[in-house]
């Protein structure tokens, strides 16, 4: 398995090796402890599986405060997405800072996002089917968010605020300057 730090290295783009032949294909899409050893965990607590029917669906940008922050390994079995994780650790030389990049079905790759990061994704193709496992369980009353499009971020989604489809929550979030992160940076070094 490859594993690639993005220009925020705590985010990672994780790409298994497929064995095919003409019944198919085998794949090994998650390994614990090869996991580990590429800054991926700590442990995995429950599974996640998202449809989108259309492109240009946005889920963004998420989080969930401690004690039940969630780190996300989020893989793409149909169609592809535009990733995004915006570094929302208070302190953190990147605070505000987002890193992006293709998963797909096509590419076989999954992203690492953890904790002290809001999360979303834009669907790039019709028929989009998103799975993730999370390192936390969901709790709703520590749900949070930052506005998908705020300016301030700088992020080039792959389309536009006229037409993206979100849900009515992900267009309340506030901005990041309006934030109150509940995540402080601590530097490993």
Not at 2 to 8: G, K
Not at 93 to 99: E, I, L, N
């Amino acid at each position: 398995m490859q594993a690639t730090a993005l220009a925020i290295p705590d985010v990672i783009v994780l790409s298994p090796k497929k064995h095919g032949d003409e019944r198919g294909f085998f794949s090994e899409v998650f390994r614990e402890s090869l996991f580990r050893e590429n800054g991926v965990g700590p442990r995995f607590v429950q599974d996640n599986h998202s449809f989108s029917s259309q492109r240009g669906v946005v889920r963004a940008l998420h989080f969930q405060a401690p004690p039940m922050a969630q780190g996300k390994l989020v893989r793409v079995v149909r169609g592809a997405i535009w990733d995004v994780a915006v570094d929302i650790r208070v302190g953190s030389p990147t605070y505000g800072q987002h890193v992006s990049a293709e998963i797909s079905a096509n590419a076989w790759n999954q992203i690492w996002v953890p904790a002290g990061f809001a999360h979303g994704f834009c669907t790039l193709t019709d028929e989009c089917e998103v799975l993730y496992k999370t390192t936390s369980e969901y709790a709703p009353d520590l749900e949070g968010g930052i506005l998908w499009n705020d300016p301030a971020l700088g992020i080039d989604w792959p389309v536009s605020p006229a037409d993206a489809t979100l849900s009515a929550r992900d267009t309340r979030w506030p901005t990041i300057d309006k934030l109150q992160s509940p995540f402080v940076w601590q530097d490993a070094h």
